[in-house]
């Protein structure tokens, strides 16, 4: 069985502060990695992707994967209000890069 | 642009009731996913299809039944619809299965 575990929060961060979001994952044959915001009521939304060991940076988000200890992390530098959401963090494997998700976690960016 | 068009939106039905939920895509992409979500779940996959009559189970298969004769459209069917089908569903779509998977804006069901 494949499993993605996220710390399960929720996360609350002052406004400008950095935010970090933790993930493992159990099938090491897992090839790419995501994160995803969910806002309330609305659908996952792509974030970032990684597929190499090390950082990968977009902006104020930056990914880093660690594949010897199956472990990904999303850091949100400068967070705003409008980063309040759920980011779900996926491994892809199989032949149709199939998303086994994590449940989620709840991040609150105070103003 | 469309890009995944879900429908209905939401819907109301009852236990052992029929019901197909649709996923339409303007892409063209290859591969399309239906994902359940429930509190505390996370997102699970239900079925995937990797290219017009070729479809493939999930994590979670049971009691759903998948068609995709055209590559556009990837319809979810609940045979006899229970309680524990209550959930938002969402199809995706990602082209030749290498890059990251776009969602639809999902489908609140209800059985009561």
């Known amino acids: 069985q494949k499993e993605v575990e996220q710390n399960s929060g929720p996360l609350s961060v002052p406004e400008g502060a950095i935010a970090s979001l933790n993930c493992t994952y159990s099938d090491r044959g897992s090839q790419s990695f995501f994160w995803y915001r969910q806002y309330s009521g609305k659908s996952p939304e792509l974030i970032m992707f990684i597929y190499s060991n090390g950082d990968k940076e977009d902006g104020r988000f930056t990914a880093q994967l660690n594949k010897a200890s199956q472990y990904v992390s999303l850091l949100i530098r400068d967070s705003q209000p409008s980063d309040s959401a759920t980011y779900l963090c996926?491994?892809?494997?199989?032949?149709?890069?199939?998303?086994?998700f994590g449940s989620g976690t709840q991040l609150t960016v105070l103003p | 642009d469309a890009g995944i068009t879900q429908s209905p939106r939401y819907k109301i039905t009852e236990t052992g009731r029929q019901v197909t939920l649709m996923c339409h895509q303007t892409?063209?992409?290859?591969?399309m996913f239906w994902y359940r979500q429930d509190l505390g779940h996370g997102l699970r996959l239900i079925y995937y299809s990797a290219a017009a009559d070729i479809t493939d189970k999930g994590e979670v298969p049971d009691g759903y039944v998948v068609s995709r004769s055209k590559t556009e459209n990837f319809p979810l069917t609940l045979e006899s619809a229970t309680r524990s089908q209550t959930s938002v569903y969402f199809c995706?779509?990602?082209?030749?299965?290498?890059?990251?998977?776009?969602f639809g804006d999902g489908t609140r069901l209800s059985i009561l």
């Open positions: 996926a491994a892809a494997s199989g032949s149709a890069r199939q998303l086994t």
């Open positions: 995706a779509t990602v082209d030749k299965g290498s890059g990251p998977q776009h």
């Open positions: 892409w063209s992409h290859s591969y």
